[in-house]
T-cell receptor, first 114, second 113 residues
């Protein structure tokens, strides 16, 4: 079946502009996660959605970052007033339920802020 | 603070040889530990998931071990192949953090012919 998809695959934007990154999780998966992987760094947790519960936003690095998940499916990560340090690969993952269930990762969106 | 540390940071081995990657963690309370393989430019792909009660789990030529007492895990790769060249990431989940994952920095493995 279809895996997690993300768009765009690459995004180049100017400093100060807003960007939106999209994630389509696997159908039926209730949990959705956003991560960031900066060059040469490990993966960093950003935000977690579970069903209709309030999201866990504890990993968001600043108030310029926000995310929403509409209808319990597609999610959008928005970065306002982008900075050069926002340049990274943004990965989305979904799982059937949280916990031990496997998280399936999308291919990521490579964001470059010039 | 929850942390996951991996060693070595990088490793070069010859095709056909075995290798072992290490992971130490301080995540508490522990829920599960996962090993992922990440090819360059791709998202991570799961190799194994282990809960507290599991000591070892295999997936083909990959065998992961877990010692929950010492908070250590290892990933052993047998008879390495060129396609094993990738980053291997140890990820630990805590039960009280919305199952948020704490990622290690990864071990970059290069298998040479």
């Amino acid at each position: 079946g279809a895996g997690v998809s993300q768009s765009p695959s690459n995004k180049v934007t100017e400093k100060g502009k807003d960007v939106e990154l999209r994630c389509d999780p696997i159908s039926g998966h209730t949990a959705l996660y956003w991560y960031r992987q900066s060059l040469g760094q490990g993966l960093e947790f950003l935000i977690y959605f579970q069903g209709n519960s309030a999201p866990d936003k504890s990993g968001l690095p600043s108030d310029r970052f926000s995310a929403e998940r509409t209808g319990g499916s597609v999610s959008t990560l928005t970065i306002q007033r982008t900075q050069q340090e926002d340049s990274a690969v943004y990965l989305c993952a979904s799982s059937y339920t949280p916990g031990v269930y496997e998280q399936y990762f999308g291919p990521g969106t490579r964001l470059t802020v010039t | 603070k929850n942390q996951v540390e991996q060693s070595p940071q990088s490793l070069i081995i010859l095709e056909g040889k075995n290798c072992t990657l290490q992971c130490n963690y301080t995540v508490s309370p522990f829920s599960n530990l996962r090993w992922y393989k990440q090819d360059t430019g791709r998202g991570p792909v799961s190799l194994t998931i282990m809960t507290f009660s599991e000591n070892t789990k295999s997936n083909g030529r990959y065998t992961a071990t877990l010692d929950a007492d010492t908070k250590q895990s290892s990933l052993h790769i047998t008879a390495s192949q060129l396609s094993d060249s990738a980053s291997y990431i140890c990820v630990v989940s805590a039960t009280n953090a919305g199952n948020m994952l704490t990622f290690g920095g990864g071990t970059r493995l290069m298998v040479k012919p």
